[in-house]
C-alpha cells in the first residue's frame, strides 16, 4: 500500500486583490486542486463575490491570483 502525503500537505495562502472594494486578502491555495484554478469566493473584507482565476508555477510554485467582478 502506498499512501501519498503530498495532496495532504501542499496547501498554501496567497494574496489578492479584491475585484470590487480593492482591498488586499488572502485566500487559502489547494495546491492540489491543479496548476490552474478558477472559482468563486467571497471577498473577507466586503463579502462581495468575486472570480479568482488562479495559476501555480510548477517549479518555483509561485501563486499567481488574478481576480474579476460578479454581478
Ligand atoms: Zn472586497
Known amino acids: 500500500m502506498f499512501l501519498s ?3 495532504a ?3 498554501s495562502t496567497a ?3 479584491c475585484a470590487v472594494c480593492g482591498e488586499t486578502s488572502t485566500t487559502f491555495i489547494d ?3 491543479g496548476l490552474t484554478q478558477t472559482y468563486i469566493e467571497d ?3 466586503c463579502c462581495r463575490p468575486n ?3 488562479v495559476t ?3 517549479v518555483s510554485l509561485d501563486i ?7 454581478e
Not at 499567481?64 to 460578479?70: G, K, P, R, V
Open 5 to 7: 502525503v503530498l495532496s
Open 51 to 53: 472570480q479568482f482565476y
Open 43 to 45: 471577498c473577507q473584507v
Open 64 to 70: 499567481e491570483i488574478a481576480t474579476d467582478y460578479l
Open 56 to 58: 501555480i508555477d510548477d
Open 31 to 33: 495546491l492540489s486542486a
Open 15 to 17: 494574496e489578492y486583490t
Open 9 to 11: 500537505t501542499m496547501q
